[in-house]
């Protein structure tokens, strides 16, 4: 599917896509910092993804990761800076939630560290009930921190531990 507004589009025509572009933005995000390639196509890879193109130049992407029935996490979306302030980002927004595969979720997810008033006004709302919500969180992971790794494999040896050890106990 395509949008098109002056000279620019929004598609998520995935033959489209400058992953090595996408890399090169989150890689240097609070998001992604030093996120690997690979993990990037992966990630597209497994996901509902959007190019904001300017003749045929990308400038901005989105990724919904979802099971298209019941829940979407919409992630990485960004504009590239020079192309910021003339509302493109919330035109990318709202053609990635009017897409047809996308609609009668019960819910929509996203995390952000500085950009609540910017979703707040296409529709998202703080969440009612933190205490609902639980996460693992790495930060750092792709970073080669020793810490981030150790992390990694306290939580996985943790959780392995904690599910085998109910299962013997039942």
């Known amino acids: ?7 620019y589009t929004v598609t998520d025509d995935r033959d489209r896509l400058d992953l090595e572009a996408v890399h090169a933005y989150l890689t240097r995000s609070y998001w992604s910092t030093g996120v690997p390639l690979e993990v990037v196509r992966r990630a597209a890879a497994e996901s509902v993804t959007f190019g904001l193109y300017l003749e045929g130049e990308q400038v901005g992407y989105a990724r919904v990761v979802t099971d298209r029935a019941t829940f979407a996490y919409l992630c990485d979306v960004y504009v590239l800076e020079e192309h910021r302030g003339r509302g493109l980002g919330r035109w990318l927004v709202e053609c990635v939630m009017d897409h047809p595969g996308l609609q009668g979720l019960r819910r929509w997810l996203l995390t952000t560290q500085d950009a609540h008033r910017f979703y707040e006004r296409l529709g998202f709302d703080r969440t009612t009930f933190p205490e609902r919500f639980m996460t693992i969180d790495r930060p ?14 306290l939580a996985v040896t943790g959780a392995t531990s904690r599910s085998t050890q109910t299962h013997t106990s039942r």
């Open 1 to 7: 599917m395509t949008w098109a507004r002056d000279d």
């Open 140 to 153: 750092g992971l792709y970073l080669d921190e020793p810490s981030a790794r150790a992390s990694n494999r």
